[in-house]
């Protein structure tokens, strides 16, 4: 799954199904316009809950790629067990 983290005011954040370019783009035109915008995210583990942080004008936000590029999005514990033994419970 692709996924953004937003790191704003020394929380992290992320926004599942997203680039890096599409929410620097939204970032951007939040910052273009006269006012402020709220940028929809999700805090915490797992699903996460549905958050909204504060796009304005010297606040910073970073946004970072949390899988390294050229790196697969799958953990070397999600992929199939190989040559493990696993015990009969009955």
Do not use: F
Request: glycine letters at 8%.
């Amino acid at each position: 799954m692709k996924r953004v983290e937003v790191h704003y005011q020394g929380r992290v954040y992320s926004i599942p199904n997203s680039s890096i370019e599409s929410v620097q783009e939204s970032v951007d035109q939040a910052l273009s316009g006269s006012g402020s915008h709220w940028l929809p995210v999700k805090n915490g583990e797992g699903l996460g809950q549905d958050a909204a942080i504060l796009i304005t004008p010297g606040v910073p936000i970073s946004i970072v790629n949390p899988i390294p590029s050229g790196v697969s999005d799958l953990a070397e514990t999600d992929r199939p067990a190989e040559n493990i033994a696993i015990p009969e419970l009955l």
